[in-house]
């Protein structure tokens, strides 16, 4: 039977263990960190260099490798604020240096806390070699298991989370993409860290590295050759989707109507085609339709001109709250809305303002509008056919598609609104989130968005057209209808709690030997 050996914390070798050979000296580590952050930037879009994300987190690891907690907590900082610095810098277009410093900052932080666990990992484990199997599968295992409970977590946390940047999100255009059908975006983050552990246990010191190095190959290999989960046709189904190019940045200069007017007068490019549903951005709509009867006019003139139901979204007001809401609407008016779940928080709502407006009152004064989740289920129908919604980072939270997946959604149209983020790598990393959607799912993505970048993306995650930035433009296209839950619709609710519960459970139960044996 395999056994476990577990170091002491008073013993030499515990002490070697936790300062030891392997470690790289710190003057080494930090620079390494610095690099490795900067390699995970280049593997994300605009770039998308996926291949450097294996180089990355393999750096990475190896900079950990041996660390004592404050130093590990250093290396995980640094890598956090070089990667963050760079792939958030978008953030700065809209507010300025302020909540771009923040969230990198936060975002720092929670890598740095992440990269002290990882750490644990390496220091208090130690597998008794049978045949170097378990020493080569079972703590590359943990690690990946540690980094993708981190994910998760930060997912979730602090005001609903920002899971914006994960390791598997950086492999759509790579080869291994099919991998999230099955297991999500947080298994695929798994399987690439895991790789990447494998190959830093294979180059320790003492490691036979031909052989050692079999499990990375072998994971690398499984990766490319898994398919796609296959869902099943079911027909298609004809999207026009308009992008209007209106004044939709939040300090535009614009008129009340501005919006609507020009996405009135993008579509009718499109008018006279056929087509099953019309389909606007995020804020198309700039005058609530509730309280405005000549909106409600418009939209119905609009759909009938069209001869189908406009998917339209705009502000609506109900009592004292505000909702970010996507309506579906006929002649007879709306017949279906869906109001985004998840606000942006320091975007469309202040949380705690009553805090943060003393520490930054000109920032927070900027943010009047305070929306407020909603509670509606992410799907509309038309016709026989069930859409899958997503309105802008909406698309960012696993819940709300995979809810739609599990509702029955056959296609998936998400609407989105990038004005504050022009000339930045916002739009494109937004799409490849899209892009990845689709091939978790198995769905066709319409993703429509004000300004730019829009796209038609089939279910592989293959692009099939695409309207780009600051144009005004229309499309009608027939996308497919897929039905069918993939195992990552079903599982990855699961799949993420045994992350967090089997990293967590194994490094206390660790914990707790090394302390037992102490007392012994």
């Known amino acids: 039977m395999t056994a476990l050996r577990w170091t002491t914390g008073a013993s030499r070798n515990s002490q ?35 291949p450097l994300a294996f180089v990355s987190v393999t750096m990475l690891l190896a900079a950990l490798l041996g660390r004592g907690t404050l130093a590990s907590f250093m290396v995980g900082c640094v890598f956090g604020a070089v990667f963050n610095l760079a792939h958030l810098i978008w953030v700065a277009q809209f507010l300025g240096p302020v909540p771009w410093l923040a969230l990198s ?14 750490t644990l990992v390496y220091r208090w484990v130690k597998i008794r070699r049978l045949s170097g199997t378990l020493d080569l599968l079972g703590i590359p295992a943990l690690i990946a298991a540690t980094w993708s409970a981190r994910e998760v977590l930060v997912g ?16 759509v255009p790579g080869p291994f993409p099919e991998v999230a059908s099955w297991v999500g975006t947080t298994g695929l983050s798994f399987f690439v860290v895991g790789v990447c552990a494998a190959c830093v246990q294979a180059l320790r010191p003492g490691r036979r590295t031909l052989r050692a190095g079999v499990p990375a190959v072998v994971g690398v290999l499984l990766m490319a050759v898994i398919p796609q989960y296959p869902t099943q046709s079911v027909g298609t189904f004809t999207v026009g989707w308009v992008q209007g190019n209106g004044p939709a940045g939040y300090f535009d200069d614009r008129n009340e109507g501005d919006m609507l007017r020009a996405q009135a007068s993008t579509s009718k490019a499109i008018l006279g085609q056929r087509m ?30 069209y001869g189908a139901p406009l998917l339209m979204n705009a502000a609506t007001t109900r009592g004292e709250q505000t909702f970010n809401s996507t309506m579906l609407w006929t002649t007879d008016g709306s017949e279906q809305s869906y109001d985004k779940l998840n606000p942006v928080p320091f975007g469309e709502y202040v949380p705690d303002r009553w805090l943060f407006e003393r520490l930054a009152p000109d920032l927070v004064g900027l943010i009047q509008r305070e929306y407020t989740p909603g509670t509606s289920a992410p799907v509309m129908d038309v016709g026989d056919t069930r859409i899958g919604l997503a309105i802008c980072f909406d698309v960012i939270y696993d819940d709300v598609i995979f809810d739609a997946a599990r509702r029955g959604a056959q296609i998936y149209i998400f609407q989105t609104n990038n004005a504050d983020f022009r000339g930045t790598d916002e739009n494109v990393q937004q799409l490849a989130i899209a892009r990845m959607r689709a091939i978790e799912t198995g769905r066709a993505v319409v993703n429509v968005s004000t300004v730019g970048t829009s796209q038609v993306i089939n279910p592989d995650g293959s692009t099939t057209e695409t309207i780009g930035v600051d144009t005004a433009a229309g499309r009608v296209s027939e996308v497919p209808l897929r039905t069918g839950a993939t195992p990552a619709s079903l599982l990855s609710p699961t799949l993420e709690t045994a992350m967090v519960v089997a990293s967590a459970g194994a490094l206390l139960w660790v914990r707790l030997r090394i302390h037992t044996q102490k007392r012994q």
């Open 16 to 50: 070697l263990w936790a300062r030891g050979t392997d470690a790289l000296p710190l003057t080494a580590a930090l620079p390494a960190a610095a690099a490795a952050g900067w390699l995970m930037d280049a593997a994300t879009p605009d770039r998308g260099w996926w």
């Open 105 to 118: 900052a936060l975002q720092t932080v929670l890598i740095g806390v992440g990269s002290v666990s990882i």
């Open 156 to 171: 979730m946390w602090p005001y609903s989370g920002f899971p914006w940047a994960r390791v598997g999100m950086t492999q």
């Open 276 to 305: 099953d549903v019309l389909a606007w951005p995020e804020g198309s709509v700039d005058i609530d339709p509730a309280s405005s009867e000549p909106t409600r006019r418009l939209l119905s003139k609009i759909s009938a001109a």
